[in-house]
């Protein structure tokens, strides 16, 4: 399993709204792009896809701007990436129909994928944005 720049991006942005926005006091997505170095064309599809999700909102107009919909210690990991990756299980049988032609029941390697993807996905589960927004306060306060 490999993250892809979306997933990356999509948790850089979350993160970025948890610290500098709030219901009052929405972020424009140039301001994310430009304290983040990324390319604000890319970060609009991310952001729609987090729309979608219900993870950020948006308000359009002159004072319009983005802000999270979640609080950032109800909204885990696996949930950010999950709305802009999709499943990120590293093999498809784990989830859905595998085509792969070989039977689950008699694959040797299942429960090695299992395993794996058990680890992961707990650990994408247990870490939330609040956790991410803390460890980047500590950055900031040099501690």
Known sequence: MKISTKGIYALEVVADLALHSDAAHLESLKNIAERRKLSEKYLERIVKALKDAHIIKSVRGAYGGYCMAKEPQQLTVREVLKAVEGEL???????????CGIDCRSCPTRDTWAALWQTIAGVADEVTVGDIVRAAEKIDKGL
Request: with cysteine.
């Open 89 to 99: 299980a590293p093999v498809d049988c784990l989830t859905q129909e595998s085509s």
